[in-house]
């Protein structure tokens, strides 16, 4: 049984709450016990049933406890016999050959099942150590600019996908990116932390964004198949607040001034990562208070059940938030509901806001602080905040 104790208030003793092995292990007691009370009060011999205690208990224990149960089973069993002189009987001992079989059976199950969940354990793990890697943990704030993240995954079971975001200091400024790899599974992985790892390594070298966009492609280029295609959208915000934006064949950003929505774009769609090498950026400004969301195409292609998208007027109404971790709650809920809870496409919202100042955060955060650059070492913000996915 585990014991509760309510956070904050100690001596209160909480509810016990007994976990599955301890329910599985009462309700395997229970059955033994009827079973044997059957036989001995009422005379109905039915000794394969002494059996169905060890399958429950292997449901969701190990293969000690089990066999454990298994002996019980097998005992009562003999023990039956004895007690209503069936011991010379050949078909008693072949039922008690039954459930030996059985309960062997049961033993092996249990073993099977807690290997498996092993693996699981081991894929999990895993699993979480590739989100960190596409989805990395960022600052709350860096150099007055707020930021926060959310992901969702279309899958349930999957924690990543092939969505990816990340955001570096660098002597021009904030350099980020947010892409999306087409497909889905281990190779949209792979590929996008191929994305990932050529951008970190050339967004602080690399003196234009259009240079970064065109060296990203031409190092994911040989890893393509010839139906692989990633999106991106590349973004620079310059110490005075200025954004200079490469857009690869990605959905635009959208900048919230003054209340309004606007896509950010110059009208002359890039092709995606790897399939060019001629990148043209283009400029526009922001002020404090300003808020730039950059999103994958889950978001804008969430569709309801009539195949309408996500109105342009939820996104609004989402970003007018109080602060930035609310305006992104707010914009999963409103495509959670909008889908019914089917989405189709993995989701990655990065929202940045011109606080202004480096001192507070609209989120609640503390600022990051920088730590010592190591010479030779590329300069990046120690990460403060695990990202938070958005749980359906």
């Known amino acids: ?125 895993i699993a ?90 031409q190092a994911i280029g040989p890893h393509l198949g010839d139906e692989d295609f990633v999106t991106a959208a590349l973004a620079q915000i310059a110490p005075t607040g200025g954004l200079t934006i490469v857009n690869c064949g990605h959905p635009p950003p959208l900048l919230r001034h003054r209340g309004n929505l606007q896509p950010l774009t110059d009208g002359k769609p890039g092709m995606p990562l790897g399939l060019d090498d001629d990148y043209t950026a283009f400029t526009a400004s922001w002020s404090p208070g300003d808020r730039l969301l950059l999103y994958t195409d889950g978001l804008v292609e969430s569709r309801d059940a009539h195949g309408d998208f996500l109105p342009q007027h939820q996104i609004a109404t989402a970003l007018a938030a109080p602060d930035c971790d609310q305006a992104l709650d707010t914009l999963m809920t409103a495509a959670h509901r909008h889908t019914s809870g089917h989405a189709h496409d993995d989701i990655a919202l990065l929202l940045l806001e011109h606080g202004g100042s480096a001192r507070s955060s609209a989120n609640g955060n503390p600022p990051a602080v920088p730590v010592q650059q190591r010479p030779g070492q590329p300069s990046r913000a120690p990460a403060t905040r695990q990202p938070r996915p958005h749980q359906s």
């Open 1 to 125: 049984m585990k014991l509760l104790i309510a956070e904050g208030e100690p001596g209160v003793r909480a509810r016990w709450r007994p976990s599955a092995e301890h329910a599985a292990t009462a309700a395997a007691v229970v059955w033994l016990a009827g079973v044997g009370l059957l036989h001995v009060l009422m005379g109905i011999t039915v000794p394969s049933l002494f059996s169905v205690a060890p399958l429950i208990v292997a449901t969701v224990a190990g293969e000690r406890r089990t066999a454990v149960f298994a002996g019980v089973a097998v005992a009562l069993t003999i023990a039956t016999g004895w007690w209503h002189g069936t011991t010379n009987d050949a078909v008693y001992w072949t039922r008690v050959a039954v459930v030996c079989v059985i309960s062997a059976m049961a033993i092996v199950v249990a073993g099977m099942r807690r290997r498996r969940e092993e693996r699981l354990a081991r894929m999990t793990a």
């Open 128 to 217: 979480q150590a590739t989100q960190l890697a596409l989805l990395p943990p960022l600052p709350a704030q860096m150099i007055g600019i707020v930021i926060a993240t959310r992901y969702r995954s279309a899958t349930r079971e999957a924690s990543v996908g092939g969505d990816l975001y990340e955001v570096i200091p660098t002597g021009q400024g904030i350099r980020l990116i947010i892409g999306d790899v087409r497909g889905s599974g281990l190779d949209a992985i792979r590929l996008a932390g191929q994305v990932l790892s050529a951008f970190r390594r050339t967004a602080v070298a690399t003196p234009t964004m259009e240079q970064v966009a065109g060296e990203v492609g």
